[in-house]
């Protein structure tokens, strides 16, 4: 079993920053890929990033390329997503989960899922 809990989310205005914490705990070992995926009530799930935590390999929706960052502190077991220029679209609320590898992850194939953070950003 992984247990993530994710903190960080708020209120933004728009061109604002937030920077979204996933502290992982529990059999990590067996999960190589971690990923941040956000929802928007009545739209599908998006993978907005994802990291392979063995390496340094990452992945990014062409949505927030340029705009995002993912990074990790394997020590603290923590997934970060720093996110910059944040625009109204960006309004959602935001899971870290983890999956298998990075394949895995940008696929959506996840195993384990945090509670979600709530991201708002307004014009």
């Known amino acids: 079993q992984v247990q993530l809990v994710e903190s960080g989310g708020g209120s933004v205005q728009t061109g604002g920053s937030l920077r979204l914490s996933c502290a992982a705990s529990?059999?990590?070992?067996?999960?190589?890929?971690m990923g941040w995926v956000r929802q928007v009530p009545g739209k599908e799930r998006e993978v907005v990033a994802a990291?392979?935590?063995?390496?340094?390999?990452?992945y990014y929706a062409d949505s927030v390329k340029g705009r995002f960052t993912i990074s990790q502190d394997n020590a603290k077991n923590t997934v970060y997503l720093q996110m910059n220029s944040l625009k109204p679209e960006d309004t959602a609320m935001y899971y870290c989960?983890?999956?298998?590898?990075?394949?895995?992850?940008?696929?959506?194939?996840?195993?384990?899922w945090g509670q979600g953070t709530q991201v708002t950003v307004s014009s």
């Open positions: 989960a983890a999956a298998d590898d990075l394949p895995s992850a940008v696929n959506g194939m996840y195993y384990y």
């Open positions: 990291i392979d935590t063995g390496g340094t390999r990452t």
């Open positions: 529990g059999s990590t070992a067996s999960t190589k890929g």
